[in-house]
């Protein structure tokens, strides 16, 4: 089968599909120019072409990232209390996480050290921010939370993330049912934390 030679917006979402596939199977280290261009069917040349460097093709695979989580969040639910939608969110974000793990350290952790997010980038989570502070801001509205909306969402996205790296490490327990009790008390303990009095 002849490789696509033309450098159109469909060759560069198969190089982003094939990094992100890459991503998952081999972990970040397989994010190389000939490892990218064998499994979207092209040229390194053509990868260059499309996306300047690995720095490139690693900006790509984090806007696809927060594209992926703020789909995974979902849309509001109008006929959820804020603490269940906050509850919701909670399991979503988990789910994201721990079946992402590599694209997850690409999104928080910066595990190259030719790829520091620039501000354009750091903004590609704003959806994801947006939809977090607004299911707390909901939760205080409702009396069910006080505080500072932005103080406790971030006390909440650093729970997550705790809670879902001890899960991926096979740190948080042996069962399917020991890990969702610890994951309930968790964000559960957290939430009463902030509770209205």
Known sequence: MPRPKQRTPELAEQVLQAALRLLAAEGPAAL?????????????????????????????????????????????????AGLD???????????????????????????????????????AGAAVRKRIVAAVKAAIKDGQL????????????????GLAAAESSQRLGGSNATIQRRWNAGVGALLAGFAAS
């Open 85 to 123: 939608e906050l509850h919701t969110l909670a399991q979503r974000y988990r789910t994201f996480i721990v079946a992402h793990p590599a694209l997850s350290a690409i999104m928080f952790s910066r595990p190259f050290a030719s790829f520091d997010p620039a501000p354009e980038e750091q903004a």
């Open 146 to 161: 006080q505080g500072d909306a932005i103080d406790i969402a971030h006390a909440y996205v650093a729970l997550i993330h």
């Open 32 to 80: 190389t120019a000939r490892r990218l261009a064998d499994a979207a069917g092209t040229s390194p040349a053509a990868v260059y072409e499309l996306f300047g460097d690995k720095a490139g093709v690693l900006r790509a695979v984090f806007f696809s990232g927060f594209e992926h989580l703020a789909q995974e969040l979902g849309t509001p639910d109008p006929d959820a």
